[in-house]
Every structure is written in C-alpha cells, then in structure tokens.
C-alpha cells in the first residue's frame, strides 16, 4: 500500500489549496445557536433567548448586528428585530401574542453576511406553543417520502456500494418504514431494516440491465416505492469509516474505465482547510486502502473528495469527527434547593478555564419542559454545517457510544453538506457576495434634498429626541452631493429635528431622508408550518398543567382589563438621582448589574457643585485600591489594583489623553467599575472609568419646536426578565406565582480574576423540580453546555456527553 500513496502533505493540490484557503480566510460563512429559556410556551408568554454567533473555525463573527424573523403557522411574518452583537452573542425576547391560535411559532435567525451562503444552511426553528383546543392524540400520516443516498455519491455497476435512505414526512419529521429492495424482475434482493429516526441502509452491487427500487410501507400503513438511481457503467467508488483514531477510506474502480480514472487524488479537507492529498495510482489495480490520522483534528466535518487525474471531482463522502475537544466541562452545583412555595434557591457555576466566557442560565419547570432537539453543541458543529433539517440533533452529542456514533454516520450519509462549487475553485472563481458582512454598529446616514448639486458644503444641526424625552445634539457637514453620516447607537425610534446651520430660508426649503444603515429587506411570507416534532404527546400531565395556567393567566388578564385605575393603589420606591441618571444614559453592559460592584456619581445636582480640573482630579481619592498620581502638566499615572482602568466617553473607548481633556462641566455622570470588567479588552483586569456628556435636560440644547423633522428606527428594544425577590418585600407578594421560567439570565460572564459564579432565584407557588440549563462559549472556542436537574425525586445531570 505505501508504494501507491505517493504523498502525505499539508494542503491539497496547489491550485485547489490556494483557493479553498482563499476563501477560507475571506469568505468563511457564520453559524448561529439560540438559547431559549424553555421549549414550550403558552400563548401570551415571552420567548427569552441568546443568540450565539461563530464564523468558520473562529469564535469572534465578522458580524456586528443580527436579526431574527417570527413567523406565524401559515408562514405569515409577525416581526423581525435587529439587534447589535457583543461578545459573538445577542440576547432579545419575543412576546407571544395573546389570540395566537398556532401550535408552532417558526424563527428565522440570520446575519447580512449570512445571505450570502445557500439558504439550505439557514438557521430556522419550530417553537412549540400550547394551544388548548389542540389534543395530544397521534398526529395522522402526513405525505412520507423515501430518499435513497449512495455512498460517495453514485452507483457504478460491478461495485458494491453501501446505499443509505431516511423516511420523513413533509414537515421532516421521522417515519418508521418496512419493505425490501427488488430488480425489474421483482426480485427481492434485501429488506429494509431502520436502524434509527427512519434512517437505514443496505448494500447492492448494481449489475448491467437492472433497475431498482423500494417497496415500503409506512408506519400509517401507507404504500409507496421509491426508484433508486440508475447506475453508471464505469467509474469509481468511495467508502469511508472510522477506526480509532484513523479513518480508514477504500477506493475502487471498474475494470474498465477513461485514462483519467486510473491515476487520482484524494483530497480531505475541513472548514475549507486542505489537510491531506493522497495521490492513489490505479493503473495495476482496481482497490486501493488507505488510512489518514485524525486523533489532532478538531471536532466538526471531515471531507473526503475524490479527483481524476485532470481534477474533475469523482466521489465524495463526509466524516463527522465527534472529539470532545469542543466542551468545556463547567460546574453546575446547587448549595440551597427549596422547592416551597416562593422557596428561595441558590446555584453556584465554576467555570475552569481562565479565558474570558459569555454564558446564558434558564431555570423551568422540569416537569413542564420538553426534552431538548437543539443544544449549542448541534447546532455550531453539525446543523450549521448541514443542509436541510436533522430531526433531534441534540441526541448526536448525548454519548461516545458507538450505537450513538453509528447513527451520527447515517446523518452523514443522508444530508447534503457541500458548499464548493469545485468547477468555480479549479477556475479560480471566488464567491459572489451580494451582501457584505456588517462590521460597524448602526448609525445615523441622512441625505439632504433641495441643495444645488455640486453647491458649497453645508453644515446641518440635528437634534435627536429619544423616547425618553432625552436629547442629542450633532452638527453635521454635508458634503456637495448631499450626504452625510453620524455615528448613533440607541434602541427603539428617535425623532430627528434638523435645520441647516445659520441659514433658516435654506432649512425652510431642504427635506432630509435617514436611514440606520441597518439590513432592509422586505417581510415575505416562508412555506407554512405542516407539523412538528414538538409535542406535548405522551406527556398528559404537562398538557394538562400547561392548559391550567394558561386558564389562569387569561382570566387574571381578563379582571386586570376590568379593573379601573381607581381601585387600584400603586405604591413604588422613590428612585435616587443616581439610578435616575444610569437610567438616561447608561445601556447595555454599562448599566447597573448586582453582579458587578460599580461607582456612580452625579454631576447634575445644583445643591453639589463640583470644583475640578478634569475627570482623574475629581476622582482622586474617592474608589478603594484606584491610584491617581499627577505628574505635570496634563499628565497623570493611573492603576486599579496594579493595572490600567479602560476609559470610555458616552460608552465608545478612548484613550487617558483624551479623558484629561474633558472638561469636568460638560459631564452628566461618572461611572467607575471594579475590576474585573470583563467587556474590557483583555477582562479588564483594571477595571474601567465611563463617562457621559450632559444631554436633554441636563444641558443647555436648542429648542427643536418649529423644525422639520423624521422619524428614524433604532435596534429593537427587548424586555429584561423580571425574577422577584420575596423575601424583600414580605407584605406586598402576589397572591399567585404561575412563572414556568423561574430564572433567566443571557448575561453571565467568567474570567481568569472570576471563575465562580452565584445565582439566587425564587420558586413559584407549585414546581417541585427545577430543569436547568447553561450554555456558553469561551474566548478559545469551547463551548459549554449543562444540564442539571434539581429537586424531586430524580436528579439527572448533563455535561457535554456525561449524564
């Protein structure tokens, strides 16, 4: 055998290398995992979820924004948010509708750059919704078809070839099938024989003259055939498996084939990486074995192609290396469990990597939950790489076994995955990308008619009224075509007044266009829901609790309409001057968190004026462990328990120069976070010092009364998860707690100064175990991903593939 394997090399074929790696580095495509709080919902409840985001082999995306699209049963768009993405995540919410009548929602998730690649790649999700008029009973028989998948890709006559097939319905959902596999002369050849969620397959040596087919029988009883192709008259075929650490591959030709068949190339690549290039010589053979190492690779597709001596591709086959590798075994432990009614409960998350890692934490109902189909796991290693829909793919990473890996194979065989277009590589062509990844956060892009073209420039001032009532105020030059942009981040809409700079008859006379420089395409309806795998079948219990407090939600819904405001006394905490402010101005991650120690101060109260140079005098002395040394001049010395602070002006990073600079009177407010502040560069081990210029009302602007003005859209402004604290407030608790989701966090966050994690959270007045669940990726690509079940009496726990 080593006499016929000509070479062992990084990289594939020189041309083929140059530019699968080409577009490798340029036109890696990215993949998304949401994290929902739950797997079912009433209707009228909110979905919570973070989205994750990794682009080919890397955990940071190209992207900075993503989007979401909610579609109803009938394929029919209720909305589509926009979101800007942090740390290779999003967290949003989507409110159920209250006269929703589906048992399923449908979401679509997607980046610019992502519309790039081949739809059949597209992350889409069925949402179960409990609908009560809905029953449990087994669903009826819905259109199954048989797909049949050769082994590399065709059949050749005079060689034995492994023949895969899957049963599904129209909605993709599994179909149990029996049957035998028949010539033209009705022969039976083999039985079918499934060997896991409608998938099997049998082995057939096509010979000259025959025809073949299927004759099964569904689950329903219904009849069908299914042709298989025909078979070529010449050629080679391609089989791989795995053993050990190896994966083995066996390439056979006919005895009489075209000159360019007899002397080939092997090519195994992943992530569009060449690895290996076998030069397989079969001008004395028909059968060639051979073997690569795999035991170094990362988990993910390996890609097997087989080329001609002219480098026209043969065969193909994929191999799903399922290393543990890509998990991070992080601890999940429950020091307080109480299941009482509004019983208090503790869990505590350790986390041993010292990388810097963004996580999301869930806590339901056990008993209310559906078993899990998608984990970030299935979802960034197989579905995402995968075209069409695999049915549970969460079950491919629940074990090592071999049973397990077995069926994983059969996916493999059964889906398709490629996205090279190997005519386009050998001619050097590089895809087309109609949609350029975004990699700037949204902004303010206006264009100015009613100017003279190629006029001098102007300048344009633009007030920007929030919701809030708060205000901004930019002056803009325009340039001679009438175009400007400003850079403005915010959530919701924002009212632009505008006027042009000293000139009021040219402001009476100019009409201003904007956009957010955010994805604008139109809603258009998708094929409807037929069905799901998502059911509450088998589960009456669960059905019956989740009808229950539905009932009672839509009847408290019902008395709170009825109820006037004159019965109805509200009683709420004054809030302080500083939470006022942190309201204002502060978002995101820079606004107020119990999980972060943080100093606020205000530079807005009259009663307290403050007398300093700059922003470092008027702290000096004020944070534990925060050193401000002068120096001379305008130069200071800064350090936070030994390192250096980041600095950030109205949250956009800037440097310790331009902070001196800053006059103390132009500000709002002064926030100091402790270290770590792990969105920091490098976890922040100094922490970080933000502040906000004065705006609104805090601050002299000009009065936008009598200005023209346009309405201009933000990012989508999601709710925040409310978890109520009983033991606080003991008087004022609600007579009935009915949250299924006790406790939602898309927030949480480790590095190498703050490993562990605590979480407190209150039961509701009936949930006996609690089901919960922590995803999360790290710095360095690993992902994590929980299971732990708690109280009751089961307990079951999931970390990557130990239950």
């Known amino acids: 055998m080593a006499s016929l394997l000509s070479a062992f090399s990084i990289a594939g074929a020189q041309q083929l290398d140059s530019m699968m790696n080409r577009i490798a580095r340029h036109f890696a495509p990215e993949k998304i995992h949401i994290h929902f709080d739950k797997s079912i919902y009433n209707r009228g409840e909110t979905i919570w979820y973070k989205a994750y985001i990794l682009q080919g082999r890397d955990s940071l995306p190209a992207s900075t924004n993503v989007y979401l699209e909610w579609y109803d049963g009938d394929g029919k768009p209720l909305l589509r948010t926009a979101a800007p993405v942090l740390f290779s995540s999003s967290a949003g919410s989507f409110d159920i509708p209250a006269d929703y009548n589906f048992p399923s929602l449908q979401v679509k998730a997607f980046t610019k750059w992502m519309l790039n690649d081949d739809p059949a790649f597209a992350y889409q999700r069925d949402i179960a919704v409990n609908i009560p008029s809905i029953k449990t009973a087994r669903p009826p028989a819905d259109g199954t078809a048989v797909s049949v998948f050769p082994e590399g890709g065709f059949l050749v006559q005079g060689l034995r070839s492994r023949v895969a097939f899957k049963a599904n319905n129209r909605s993709g959902a599994p179909v149990f099938v029996y049957g035998v596999l028949t010539d033209n002369n ?26 073949y087919r299927l004759n099964w029988v569904d689950e329903y009883g219904t009849a069908g055939s299914t042709t298989l192709p025909a078979a070529k008259t010449q050629g080679a075929q391609l089989a791989v498996t795995r053993i050990k650490d190896k994966a083995m591959f066996r390439v056979e030709r006919t005895e009489v084939v075209a000159e360019h068949f007899k002397k080939m190339t092997m090519l195994v690549h992943m992530n569009g990486v060449g690895l290996y290039q076998v030069e397989i010589n079969l001008s004395d053979k028909t059968v060639l074995n051979a073997a690569v190492p795999i035991h170094d690779l990362p988990p993910g597709l390996l890609q097997f192609t087989l080329f001609t001596s002219d480098w026209l591709p043969a065969a193909e086959r994929v191999l799903f290396l399922n290393n543990p590798t890509y998990s991070l075994a992080a601890e999940l432990s429950a020091p307080v469990v109480n299941t009482a009614k509004k019983g208090e409960n503790s869990l505590e998350i350790f ?37 069409g829909r695999i049915y549970n793919p969460a079950y491919y990473f629940s074990s090592g076994a071999d049973s397990v890996a077995a069926h994983l194979d059969l996916v493999m065989l059964t889906n398709g995955w490629r996205r090279f277009d190997w005519e386009k590589i050998k001619a050097g062509v590089a895809p087309k990308t ?29 007030i920007v009224v929030h919701k809030d009532s708060s205000r901004q105020f930019f002056s803009v030059p325009v340039t001679n075509n009438g175009r400007f942009e400003q850079p403005l981040v915010f959530f919701d809409t924002a009212t632009v007044f505008y006027s042009v700079n000293n000139n009021k008859a040219l402001s009476e006379k100019i009409e201003l266009k904007l956009d957010n420089g955010l994805l604008q395409l139109p809603a258009k309806n998708i094929s409807p829901w037929k069905g799901s795998g998502f059911t509450v079948k088998n589960r009456p219990l669960a059905k019956q609790m989740l009808d229950r407090l539905l009932q009672e939600q839509e009847l408290l819904n019902k008395l709170l309409a009825e109820t006037t405001l004159k019965d109805v006394t509200v009683t709420t905490r004054k809030k302080t001057r500083e939470e006022i402010l ?10 107020g968190s119990p999980s972060r120690k943080d100093y606020t101060y205000d530079l807005t109260d009259p009663a307290k004026p403050t007398v300093a140079i700059n922003v470092l005098e008027y702290l000096q002395g004020k944070i534990p462990g925060l050193t401000i040394r002068y120096i001379s001049g305008l130069n200071y010395s800064i350090d936070w328990r030994g390192y ?53 009302t805090d601050t002299q602007l000009p009065d936008p009364k009598g200005l023209a003005s346009v309405l201009l859209p933000g990012y989508t402004r999601f709710r925040e998860f409310y978890s109520p604290v009983y033991d606080k407030q003991p008087d004022d608790l609600p007579k009935a707690d009915n949250r299924t989701t006790l406790y939602w966090n898309p927030n949480l966050f480790s590095n190498a100064t703050q490993q562990r994690i605590l979480v407190d959270f209150y039961n509701n007045d009936f949930t006996q175990s609690f089901n919960v669940v922590l995803e999360g990726i790290c710095a360095n690509g690993k992902l994590i991903r929980v299971v732990k079940k708690i109280g009751g009496a089961q307990q079951r726990t999931e970390n990557g593939k130990n239950y």
């Not at 986390?351 to 970030?376: R, W």
């Not at 975004?438 to 100015?448: A, L, Q, S, Y």
């Not at 942190?582 to 606004?591: L, R, T, V």
């Not at 407010?669 to 906000?692: D, E, L, Q, T």
């Open 186 to 211: 009705n022969n039976t050849l083999d039985s079918l024989q499934v060997q896991h969620d409608g998938m099997g397959s049998f082995f057939l040596e096509p010979v000259p003259g025959q025809t």
């Open 351 to 387: 986390v041993p990597d010292t990388s810097f890692t963004n996580m999301s934490l869930s806590v339901t109902d056990a008993g209310l939950d559906l078993p899990a189909e998608h984990s970030i796991f299935s979802d960034l290693l197989l579905s995402g790489e995968i075209k």
């Open 434 to 462: 109609e949609h350029p990844a975004e990699t700037g956060f949204m902004k303010m892009n206006g264009t100015v008619y009613g100017t003279r073209r190629n006029s001098a420039p102007v300048e344009l001032n633009l």
């Open 582 to 591: 942190n309201e204002k101005y502060a978002s995101g991650f820079f606004n």
């Open 644 to 696: 250096l602070p980041e600095f950030y002006l109205n949250e956009n990073k800037i440097d310790l120069s331009t902070l001196v600079d800053i006059p103390v009177a132009s500000l709002a407010m002064i926030k100091a976070f402790a270290p770590p502040f792990v969105f920091a560069s490098g976890g922040g081990r100094g922490g970080a010092i933000a502040v906000y210029t004065r705006r609104g």
